[in-house]
């Protein structure tokens, strides 16, 4: 896995400056920005026979809508799934919460003291469950919303002898992969969030890169493992192929 390469490739682009402004102005619109985003990513990636970082497409707002349509698909099953995870993340919350009003109110003195200390580690450990909670739920995710990029397909997206297959095969790298996201985004967030918080909108633009780039790079591991490849849609082209002569 090239970790390091599925950010620093976003600026091997020599247009890269004006890709990542107009990603940004995405990025301003809520909901449908994020999915223009991702949609002009999935052509970059999985329309082209090239995989030179240097001739990756530039951001074109002439095809804001198409961009859009290849988005929606991934984006539905993203949300189909954030909504499952909601429920068990408001249940693990009731259950810390529970947990640590009963350590809190163990008594006064020296009980008091030892409640406490146990309320504190309710906390830390309900806290480990949910990271835990959010890289498995990325992982899980992982099989459905590559299936939704690649054939452009709501209902196609969810085959889940592929799902058991597909994370069987790559589950260290979903993990480590998910684990360097997370940290990726907390550090260029923070960094973004200190320039008057607009330089969170300027990280959008890379951070979707990097995690198309590291899906590529999963999806090539499950292949060369014997996994089974996905059909790919033509809308991911961004040109019409050319006409038989």
């Known amino acids: 896995m090239r970790y390091l390469e599925s950010l620093s490739d976003f600026f091997k682009s020599p247009r890269w400056t004006m890709n990542l402004l107009l990603a940004a102005v995405c ?28 001739t990756f497409p530039d951001f074109d707002f002439n095809r804001f809508t198409k961009y859009l349509t290849r988005g929606l698909w991934p984006f539905l099953v993203s949300l189909v799934f954030g909504l499952a995870l909601m429920v068990v ?6 259950v810390v919460g529970v947990a640590m009003a009963v350590l809190a109110g163990g008594g006064g003195g020296h009980h008091g003291h030892v409640s406490g200390v146990l309320a504190v580690l309710a906390m ?29 397909d709501f209902g196609k997206a969810f085959d889940f002898r592929f799902a058991r297959r597909f994370i069987k095969l790559t589950w ?3 993990v480590v992969s998910s684990l360097f996201v997370v940290a990726a985004s907390i550090v260029l967030m923070t960094a973004g969030m200190l320039v008057l918080c607009v330089g ?17 790079q999963i999806y090539q591991i499950f292949l060369a493992r014997g996994g089974e490849a996905v059909p790919f849609s033509p809308l991911l082209r961004d040109d019409p192929p050319p006409m038989p002569v």
């Open 200 to 216: 969170m909108y300027l990280a959008m633009g890379p951070l979707y890169f990097m995690t198309c780039h590291l899906n590529k």
């Open 124 to 152: 830390l450990v309900g806290f480990m469950m949910y990271l835990l909670l959010i890289v498995g739920f990325i992982v899980i995710l992982k099989p459905f919303f590559l299936r939704a990029e690649l054939m452009q």
């Open 89 to 94: 993340i408001m249940l693990l919350e009731v």
């Open 27 to 54: 990025s301003l619109i809520p909901i449908v920005g994020p999915m223009v985003v991702h949609g002009w990513l999935i052509g970059g990636f999985w329309g082209r026979a090239s995989s030179d970082p240097a």
């Open 172 to 174: 260290v790298e979903c």
